[in-house]
């Protein structure tokens, strides 16, 4: 018998991506592969990896460098490529990396335990991409990115409690700066049984939060005979599964923020008050040159009509600093947004040029990088005050939260309590507030109550409130092995 081959993988990028090495790992799994924390003892070196700013594809690049002389030493290592960048660079990939083996596209993952069969049988480097947008007809794209849902592996994820299940692979909307329509192909809906079955059987495994995750998740649209089904519906159909808790979706476009979904995120018990809906700038004008397809009046007109329907939720954003021809004032309007709004916060981001994209192709990347550098820094702060005004407001209440895990700091510390023993935990309320507090660790994956006592500008903290009886016990805890390394999220509401 061979020795069982191990897996080193690392995942940048967005919450598809860690889903995808899930999968990934799930169907390597199958063929007798085991995971490895550690590059040395690794028969496998795999980059799963994201293309939406030039940042995070250096970041591979120099892994690459890294990782080659450990390649040298030993031949027979399979180093792998896969996701965004690889659907993005192809060739290119190998022509700066020659000892790369594999290079997969987000659109292929399924065909990875075979072209590492191919690799180890001597069949030299793989190339699978799906086509490009302009390669063919909408349907043979389409057809070219295929997604392979049903395997899972629990121990690939956060928490063994909490999951994502995508509703919708890639996107059409073609926003000026962003490559993911490139990369993930056109929008393609999932069958809604395929998603009921899906959080049934997670919910059966002891998952107890489900993140429904899209490119622009509120377009959901599937259509069946004559009947079509939206967002809203999912989270009627995913709300009534027994031994389910919480409902989470991403990301959001402004303009699909229907009626119908503010009323099922409203009165549906297990769907959080948390809203993810990038506004990505405060200017007409810049919004009209980044294609986003709406208003600032309109986006406000979407936001009060969620105000209306529900008060306290808690709404996030994206903004992009330094876009192409920003002005000065251009800036103001971003910050007077995010100073008056009110998002829980936003996540900032400092514009990078994206080859494939109209922004790219047509308008000037002409802020200079100082300038961005210290608007990221200005809107930053701004955001930060708002966030700590909203945050105070919750000092002296009780909030509902579900333990996720050590807190970063005594995760750092690396600590090893006992069963009872207390650690300094974390976890989040139905708003996605993250609170901090002391407690035993049998806690994790259970809602508790948490009076909470402080606040920052990213974080509540607190303590445990009486009548821990009331905790709901999680079975089948498991701590998973931190295998998922994840550097640079983009949208995701995790993370700070
Ligand atoms: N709909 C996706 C968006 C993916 S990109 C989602 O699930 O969140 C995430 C965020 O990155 C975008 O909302 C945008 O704010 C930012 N972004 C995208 N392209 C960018 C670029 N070229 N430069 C800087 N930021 C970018
Ligand atoms: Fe789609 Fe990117 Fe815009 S994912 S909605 S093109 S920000």
């Known amino acids: 018998m061979t020795a069982t081959k191990r897996l080193f993988l690392e995942t940048v990028g967005c919450q598809m991506n860690v889903l995808d090495s899930e999968l990934v790992v799930a169907a390597l799994r199958r063929q007798g592969w085991d995971m490895t924390a550690s590059v040395s003892e690794a028969d ?89 947008r302009k390669a063919g007809s909408r349907d043979a794209v389409a057809e070219s990115f295929e997604s392979y849902d049903p395997d899972r592996d629990p121990s690939m994820r956060p928490t063994p409690f909490q999951a994502f299940i995508r509703t919708q692979t890639g996107c059409d909307k073609f926003c000026a700066f962003c490559v993911v329509p490139r990369v993930r192909g056109p929008e393609q809906a999932r069958p809604p049984e395929a998603i009921f079955a899906e959080a049934r059987k997670l919910v059966g495994e002891g998952c107890r939060e489900i993140t429904l995750i899209g490119q622009t998740v509120n377009s959901y649209r599937w259509s069946d005979g004559g009947r079509t089904t939206r967002l809203a519906d999912l989270l009627v159909g995913l709300d009534a599964i027994e031994g389910l808790d919480r409902i989470k979706f991403v990301t959001n476009y402004p303009r ?9 995120v409203r009165d549906l018990p297990k769907v959080c008050h948390y809203l993810h809906v990038p506004a990505q700038h405060g200017s007409d004008d810049v919004l009209k040159r980044m294609k986003r397809g709406y208003t600032i009046g309109e986006y406000m007109e979407m936001y009060g009509r969620l105000r209306e329907a529900i008060p306290h939720a808690a709404v996030t954003s994206d903004f992009i600093v330094g876009f192409c021809g920003e002005t000065d004032a251009e800036f103001e309007l971003t910050l007077d947004l995010v100073k008056t709004v009110g998002f829980k916060n936003s996540f900032i981001f400092k514009y990078s040029p994206r080859p494939g994209t109209k922004a790219f192709d047509r308008q000037p990347d002409d802020v200079p990088e100082a300038v961005k550098k210290e608007r990221n820094r200005v809107l ?13 407001r919750f000092i002296g209440s009780r909030q509902q939260v579900l333990v996720e895990g050590l807190s970063t700091r005594d995760e750092k510390r690396a600590i090893e309590p006992g069963p009872d023993g207390v650690a300094q935990l974390t976890g989040r309320t139905m708003c996605d507030r993250i609170v901090v507090f002391d407690a035993p660790l049998r806690l994790v994956g259970r809602l508790v109550d948490i009076d909470i006592t402080a606040a920052g500008a990213w974080s509540l903290s607190g303590e445990v409130a009486d009548g821990l009886a009331d905790a709901v016990p999680l079975e089948r805890l498991e ?14 509401p995790r993370g700070h």
């Open 256 to 264: 699909d923020m229907t009626d119908d979904l503010i009323a099922a």
């Open 479 to 492: 701590r998973p092995e931190p295998l998922v390394h994840q550097i640079d999220l983009p949208a995701t």
């Open 44 to 132: 496998a070196i795999f980059y799963n990896t994201c293309s939406v700013r030039q940042h995070a594809e250096d970041k591979i690049y120099s892994a690459l460098g890294r990782v080659r002389f450990e390649k040298e030493k030993r031949p027979d290592l399979i180093i792998g490529v896969l996701g965004c960048m690889a659907q993005k660079d192809q060739e290119q990939i190998r022509a700066r990396a020659p000892w790369v083996d594999l290079v997969v596209g987000p659109g292929q993952l399924h065909r990875v335990p075979g072209l590492v069969k191919l690799v180890q049988d001597g069949g030299g480097p793989q190339l699978e991409v799906s086509l490009d």
């Open 380 to 392: 930053l702060d701004a955001q930060a005050e708002v966030s700590l005004v909203g945050n105070r």
